[in-house]
Nanobody, 124 residues
Framework: QVQLVESGGGLAQAGGSLRLSCAASGRSFRLSAMGWFRQAPGKERESVAVISWNGGNTNYADSVKGRFTISRDNAKNTIYLQMSSLKPEDTAVYYC?????????????????WGQGTQVTVSS
């Protein structure tokens, strides 16, 4: 059974940093696109950052460019999201997702496997 488990969320002050991790199990995603998405209260889920199978391609939401960095360690079947210069508007539940077999995709609807999410709260 495929599982994606996020960790590293919590409470941070504006201007602070957090690092999210997403560990996958049940199959290898070393050849698959993976990404981070978020959903704030009362808003639709949105893409934050996605990364290609080998890390050679990444895509970020305009709102996080220059502040967030996505990376992956295929040996550990894990992706990361380093979040810096956090803002209150970054407050959301952050979800990790993986595509079944596409090496890279920016379309949220393409992602087949999803984690349960981790809460990130940024105080002003």
């Amino acid at each position: 059974q495929v599982q994606l488990v996020e960790s590293g969320g919590g409470l941070a002050q504006a201007g602070g940093s957090l690092r999210l991790s997403c560990a996958a199990s049940g199959r290898s995603f070393r050849l698959s696109a993976m990404g981070w998405f978020r959903q704030a209260p009362g808003k639709e889920r949105e893409s934050v950052a996605v990364i290609s199978w080998n890390g050679g391609n990444t895509n970020y939401a305009d709102s996080v460019k220059g502040r967030f960095t996505i990376s992956r360690d295929n040996a550990k079947n894990t992706i990361y999201l380093q979040m810096s210069s956090l803002k209150p508007e970054d407050t959301a539940v952050y979800y990790c997702a993986a595509d079944r077999d596409r090496p890279y995709t920016t379309a949220m609807d393409d992602y087949d496997y999803w984690g349960q999410g981790t809460q990130v709260t940024v105080s002003s």
